[in-house]
């Protein structure tokens, strides 16, 4: 499966296929996310915490927001937070592709940045289903756990995905002036 995903972003990953995912990550994070956030500035969302959410945190945020704020967030993560996943995964996977060209590293490292966006989708869906549980008056539930482990696994494969990346430049500028 790894040596598939390999070949198939190796397909196109240039640089200017990775300048252009750099591009619109960066219009997420600078302007569409800013976006949503300003219906709810003083209040932190969920997935923002690397080492994750407790069930009293979720609701303790969640408590703090009204429902046109809910609402917004729901959206957020719905929209937004379900297609940014795909944005970094695939930009770091032509990051990676393009570094081990240069390097004799493990295909399956392509792997990671994908990883991190399956996580991503567990913690982005399992706020939506939180918001929505809030917004029908129900109690989080469990949710909040799920949504909590895959956000701390998000975290934990985004962290690994720079190091390898660091790493493979470092590797590969040692073996280009060595």
């Known amino acids: 499966m790894a040596d598939w995903v390999w070949r198939q972003i190796d397909s196109f990953a240039s640089l200017p296929v990775f300048a252009g995912f750099f591009v619109l990550s960066l219009i997420f994070l600078l302007g569409?996310?800013?976006?949503?956030?300003?219906?709810?500035?003083?209040?932190?969302?969920?997935?923002?915490?690397?080492?994750?959410?407790?069930?009293?945190?979720?609701?303790?945020?969640?408590?703090?927001?009204?429902?046109?704020?809910?609402?917004?967030?729901?959206?957020?993560?719905?929209?937004?937070?379900?297609?940014?996943?795909?944005v970094y995964s695939i930009g770091f996977a032509v990051a990676t592709v393009l570094l081990l060209r240069y390097v004799n590293a493990p295909?399956?490292?392509?792997?990671?940045?994908?990883?991190?966006?399956?996580?991503?989708?567990?913690?982005?869906?399992s706020i939506a289903a939180m918001i929505g549980r809030k917004l029908r008056g129900l109690e989080l539930g469990t949710i909040a756990s799920v949504g909590s482990v895959a956000s701390r696994f998000k975290h934990s494969l985004l962290l690994a995905t720079i190091v390898v990346l660091v790493g493979l430049g470092a590797w590969a500028v040692w073996k280009r002036y060595r």
């Open 32 to 86: 569409i996310f800013p976006a949503f956030k300003r219906h709810y500035k003083d209040i932190p969302t969920l997935d923002v915490d690397p080492w994750g959410f407790s069930v009293d945190d979720a609701k303790t945020r969640l408590d703090a927001m009204n429902e046109h704020q809910l609402r917004v967030y729901r959206m957020q993560e719905l929209t937004a937070d379900l297609i940014f996943p795909l």
């Open 107 to 125: 295909h399956w490292l392509v792997l990671l940045p994908f990883g991190a966006a399956i996580a991503d989708y567990g913690e982005n869906l």
